[in-house]
Every structure is written in C-alpha cells, then in structure tokens.
C-alpha cells in the first residue's frame, strides 16, 4: 500500500514539474494533463460549482482527446422570419477539462463540450477517457449529456474503487400522450421519468466494463427536473 501511495505521489509530481518547465509553446500530453483539477472522489457533477474551467485548444482537443470537427464546431444559425431564411454561422467550440485522476497505470479525464446557440437548443456533452501516460487512449465513454429539451439526460458519479456510476434518466412513456414531438402527462399522481442505473469498473489497465444493471427506478418529476442537483428530491443521485 505505502510502495502504490508512493508512486502516485511521484507521478502527480512529475507531471506537475513537466508542466512548469515546458518553455516552447507546443503542448505535450503533460501539459494538457495539467489543465484538469485534480478529482475529489467520490466525483460528481451535478451539484459540483467549478469557478474557473480551462479550455483546451482545438489542435490539442483533436491530438489528444481525438475530438473531430463536427465535435468543435456549433452551428450558431442566423434565421430571417420576414424570408424564412436560414444562414448557416459555423463557430468554433472547445471543450473544457473538468477533472483528472491519476492511478498507478493510467489517466482519467473528463472534459466536456457546451454548445449554445443563440437560437435553438443547447446541448452538453461530457466524457471520461483513459490514457496511458504517453497519451494513447485506453478507452472512453460519454458520462454526461443533453440533447434535447425533452428525452434525454446523463449524469454520473465516480465513486471509490474506480466504480463508474452512470444515471440515464427518460420519460416513463406510459404516462405522456407525444403529439408534434410535444410530451403531455397523462397522470400528475404516476411517475414522469424513469432512471436505469448501472456500474461499470475501470480495471488496472484502464478498460472500462460494465459490470451490473439495477431494476429501474421511476420518479415524480419530468426529465428536465434532474439535470440539476434538486435538494430532498426524489433523484436516487441525492444520496451521494
């Protein structure tokens, strides 16, 4: 225990020294490493403030992350109503480094994209990658997300003994009539949403695996009402 207490000690300095002698201005692996905050376990992010997140740069972003350029760029239309034309205004986005972790074989990061157009929907994605201390991705997988304003939200907490555990919240569809896209309740006295739960452990080479799915749990409120942390709530992550 003390020789593995050790070694991550040593490795978190070194990339800490990495970083601060780095004088050219290309980034190394260490360097971006170095943009995250290191993780509070367990981790999560729904009632978590962060101040100040750094941005990654969109070379390093395709380098390292390998985010593709659909991944950086948002649509931030212009729409004529007089006309009924629509001008396409492609606009960079970049992902922000929300937290690391580091073990005695790897690097866990999470990052995340925000997209806000000023019309339309926003949408939010964040992943957790594995990489070797060289940068090569062990694997990764979307941990948060927001797509619509209806149908879909991700949450997750990283707990001890690197568990995994991700929250996929849906409409309870045997309780809406869905007309033109639009969801409405059937019964304010039954659940709105359903959440299946599962777990998955990050193995000592970084694999991710799923390793149990819970009964699915139903809950009073619409989908939307989970995205954010809503305290003595019905939402099985409040006991985190």
Not at 208 to 230: A, G
């Amino acid at each position: 225990m003390k020789i593995k207490i050790i070694y991550a000690i040593i490795v978190t300095l070194a990339f800490n020294f990495s970083c601060q002698s780095q004088t050219h201005k290309t980034s190394t692996f260490i360097d971006v490493v170095n943009l995250f905050p290191d993780a509070k376990i367990p981790l999560k992010r729904k009632d978590g403030i962060i101040s100040k997140i750094n941005d990654i740069s969109k070379s390093d972003a395709k380098k390292y992350l390998h985010l593709s350029e659909e991944n950086l760029k948002m649509n931030n239309f212009l729409y004529n109503m007089d006309e009924d034309i629509v001008t396409d205004r492609w606009q960079d986005v970049l992902p922000g480094a929300l937290s690391k972790v580091i073990r005695d074989k790897y690097v866990i990061l999470i990052y995340a994209i925000l997209k806000v157009p000023d019309i339309g929907v926003s949408t939010y994605q964040a992943w957790l990658t594995t990489f070797t201390y060289e940068g090569q991705i062990i694997d990764s997988m979307t941990v948060r997300s927001q797509y619509t304003p209806e149908v879909d939200c991700r949450d997750f907490i990283l707990l001890e003994n690197n568990v995994l555990r991700i929250f996929d919240y849906k409409p309870y569809l045997e309780n809406y009539n869905i007309k033109g896209g639009a969801y409405y309740v059937i019964d304010e006295k039954q659940p709105q949403t359903e959440v299946e739960i599962s777990d998955y452990q990050i193995d000592e080479n970084g694999k991710i695996n799923l390793i149990k799915t819970y009964p699915k749990q139903y809950l009073k409120e619409f989908v939307s009402f989970y995205r954010n942390y809503q305290k003595d709530s019905d939402d099985p992550m409040n006991k985190y």
